[in-house]
Nanobody
């Protein structure tokens, strides 16, 4: 059974950094689009970053551009999200996701999801 498991969340002060990991098991996701989403209390889940399946290129939500970096290690079947210059508004549960057929920014395009990891940024 394919599974995604996030780790690396925690409590950090504004301006600090965290690196999230998303380890995959049960299936090789090398040819899948991999993405990170987040959901703050009372808000909808929103796109953060993705690595496209077609060419491996990445892009980011405007709110994190220049601060966050998505990367992958195919040998470890793992995707990372390096988060720098964190702000209180980055506080959310962060989810990794994988899509076999799509490479967009919409939640519905992703069929595999992790359980989420909490990131809390204090001011």
């Amino acid at each position: 059974q394919a599974q995604l498991v996030e780790s690396g969340g925690g409590l950090v002060q504004a301006g600090g950094s965290l690196r999230l990991s998303c380890a995959a098991s049960g299936r090789t996701f090398t040819t899948y689009t991999r993405a990170w989403f987040r959901q703050a209390p009372g808000k909808e889940r929103e796109f953060v970053a993705r690595l496209r399946r077609s060419d491996g290129s990445s892009d980011y939500a405007d709110s994190v551009k220049g601060r966050f970096t998505i990367s992958r290690d195919n040998a470890k079947n793992t995707v990372y999200l390096q988060m720098n210059s964190l702000k209180p508004e980055d506080t959310a549960v962060y989810y990794c996701a994988a899509s076999r057929f799509f490479q967009g920014r919409r939640v519905v395009e992703y069929e595999y999801w992790g359980q989420g990891t909490q990131v809390t940024v204090s001011s």
